[in-house]
C-alpha cells in the first residue's frame, strides 16, 4: 500500500478510504482536511500516522545549545514514553494517533522530581519541538511548583489550543518571526510551561536522497556543458568534496555540506553574533595557518558591527607592524581560552549540521544561504544568480542526487563564475582557486591540490 494518495478529479474521500483500505474518520484524524466534501486536485492525502503524526523535543539551554542526558518523559493518548536525551539533545520521536491529540513532556530536576516544559497538539506534520530558553536552568530559580504527585500529568480536561492560528488576522507588530514561537505561560493549575515550537527542518529544506551515485557520464555532461576537460571537472569535485556529495547523519543521507558563520553574520547584519558567536561571528571560523588580532571599536564601526559583539580578526597586509606583531595564532587563542574549538573551529559532516540547524531557528534563508552544499561545495547564498526559485529550492533539489549537485555546479560556473571557464581551459590552478574560494585560497593550497587531483584524472 501506498503512503500518499493524491487527489484525482472526482474522487471523493469515501473512495479514497476504499481504494486504501482506510476508513473516512481515519483519514481525517491524520489529514489536515477544512472541509471534506470539497478536495483539491492533486492534494496529499496521507495514509500512514507515522508520516504525520510524529513529535520530538529538542531540549537546548538559552545560548541554544543541546542539553544532554537530561531525563525527560512524554504523554500522549495514555500512554508515556520515557528515555533520556542524547548528545544533540534529542528525545525520542512519539506518534500520536491523531492531529488533535495533546503531547505534554516533562523534564527531570536535580531532586529527581518532574517538570512539565512543553504541551503542544499533534498537528498535521511531523514535528521537532524546540523547548529553548534560560527557564530550562534544573539549578536555577523556577517557578513555584504545586504539591503534586511527581509523575502526575497535567489535567487532560485542561483545554489547549495551537501556538499560532494561520486564519487570525496578524498585526505588523505580531507577525511570527521565522523558525520556532517562543511561549513562556503556565497552566490553570499553576504548572510553569515553556513552549517553542517549530516544524522539523529538515523535513522542511532537505528532499530524500534518491540512492543513485555520480556517474561517468554525469562528469561528461558537465565538461560538455561547460566545455572543459573531463579530468577538471573530477578535480574539482575531488578537491572540494573527496569526490562524494553525500553523507549519513543518523538513518538519513543528506548533502555534505560546510557551515560559514561569516555568511550568518553578515546575512543578518550582526544581530546574532554577540549572542550566539558559534554560529555568528563577522569573522570565519579560526584558521591554523592564519594570525589573529581583537577588532577594535573602529575596525567594527567601519564594517557597520555592533560593538558589543566581540571577536578576533585575521591580520592583514594593511596593518601596521605592531599590529602583526601582537597576532595570535589559534593554537594561541585556543590556550589562552579566547576561543574554543567547539565554538571557533570549522566542523564537518554532521557537526556543521548542528550549527546549520541552530541558524534555521533564527532565520531561515540565511542559514542555508551561508552553507556550502554538495559534491562542489556550492554556497547557498548564491541560489537567485543560479537560477533557483529560492534557498529552500537549492538545498532541496542538492539533497535529491548527485546529478542534481553536477547541475549546481554547471548553474554556478555559467551565471555566476563564468571566468572560471577560460581558468580552466589555460590549466591557470591558481586564478581557478581564486575565482571559486576566493582570496584566502593559499591557507588551504587550493590550487595545488587542484592542479594534483588533475595531473591523477589526466592520467587515467
Known amino acids: 500500500m501506498r503512503d500518499v494518495h493524491p487527489v484525482a478529479p472526482g474522487e471523493t474521500l469515501t473512495r479514497i478510504g476504499q481504494i486504501n483500505g482506510r476508513s473516512v474518520k481515519f483519514l481525517l484524524s491524520i489529514n489536515d482536511i477544512p472541509n471534506p466534501n470539497r478536495l483539491r486536485i492533486g492534494q496529499k492525502i496521507y495514509l ?3 508520516l504525520v503524526l510524529g513529535v520530538r523535543f529538542l531540549l537546548q539551554d538559552g545560548q541554544r545549545d543541546p542539553i544532554r542526558d537530561l531525563g525527560y518523559q512524554i504523554y500522549f493518548n495514555k500512554k508515556v514514553a520515557r528515555g533520556r536525551t542524547g548528545p544533540e539533545g534529542l528525545t525520542q520521536q512519539i506518534f500520536t494517533d491523531a492531529i488533535k491529540d495533546e503531547v505534554v ?3 527531570e530536576r536535580l531532586d529527581k522530581s518532574w ?3 512543553g504541551k503542544i497538539l499533534s498537528g498535521p506534520r511531523n514535528k521537532l519541538v524546540s523547548v529553548t530558553t534560560d ?4 539549578d536555577g530559580k523556577a517557578l513555584p511548583h504545586p504539591q503534586e504527585p511527581v509523575n502526575k500529568p497535567l489535567s487532560p480536561k485542561e483545554p489547549v489550543k495551537p501556538a499560532f492560528d494561520p486564519k487570525k488576522p496578524q498585526s505588523p507588530a505580531t507577525q511570527p518571526l521565522p523558525g520556532p514561537k517562543t511561549t513562556p505561560t503556565t497552566t490553570p493549575d499553576g504548572k510553569p510551561l515553556t513552549i517553542v515550537e517549530g516544524e522539523i527542518p529538515n523535513v522542511d529544506f532537505l528532499d530524500v536522497y534518491d540512492g543513485t551515485v555520480m556517474t561517468e557520464a554525469d562528469y561528461e555532461w558537465a565538461a560538455k556543458e561547460l566545455g572543459v576537460e573531463l579530468a577538471a571537472i573530477k578535480a574539482f569535485a575531488k578537491v572540494e568534496s573527496g569526490g562524494a556529495g553525500f553523507l549519513a547523519v543518523g538513518k538519513r543521507t543528506v548533502p555534505k555540506i560546510l557551515y560559514e558563520r561569516h555568511k550568518f553574520s553578515a546575512a543578518t547584519k550582526h544581530q546574532y553574533s554577540s549572542k550566539y558567536p558559534d554560529i555568528s561571528l563577522p569573522t570565519a571560523y579560526y584558521n591554523a595557518k592564519a594570525r589573529y588580532v581583537k577588532a577594535d571599536a573602529a575596525y567594527k564601526k567601519k564594517r557597520n558591527v555592533p560593538d558589543d559583539v566581540d571577536y578576533y580578526r585575521p591580520v592583514s597586509k594593511k596593518d601596521s607592524a605592531a599590529t602583526k606583531a601582537a597576532a595570535l595564532s589559534l593554537e594561541q587563542l585556543l590556550k589562552s581560552g579566547a576561543a574554543t574549538k567547539e565554538k ?10 548542528k550549527r546549520l540547524l541552530k541558524a534555521y ?3 531561515q534563508d540565511a542559514a542555508i544561504e551561508s552553507c556550502s552544499w554538495g559534491a562542489f561545495q556550492i ?6 544568480t543560479m537560477r533557483y526559485e529560492s534557498a529552500k529550492d537549492f538545498s532541496r533539489k542538492v539533497s535529491r542526487s548527485p546529478r542534481e549537485q553536477m547541475r549546481s555546479f554547471i548553474l554556478y560556473i555559467k551565471y555566476v563564475s563564468p571566468k572560471i571557464v577560460t581558468h580552466l581551459k589555460n590549466l591557470d590552478w591558481a586564478a ?3 575565482a571559486y574560494n576566493g582570496p584566502r585560497y593559499k591557507d588551504n593550497a587550493y590550487d595545488v591540490k587542484l592542479a594534483e587531483e588533475y595531473k591523477k584524472f589526466k592520467g587515467k
Open 48 to 50: 500512514k500516522k507515522e
Open 105 to 107: 513532556i516533562y523534564v
Open 115 to 117: 517538570k512539565p516544559v
Open 135 to 138: 527557564r530550562l536552568k534544573l
Open 344 to 353: 571557533d573551529k570549522y566542523i564537518a559532516g554532521a557537526g556543521s549540521y
Open 361 to 363: 531557528q533564527l532565520d
Open 379 to 384: 554556497m547557498g547564498e548564491y541560489w537567485k
Open 432 to 434: 581557478v582557486a581564486a
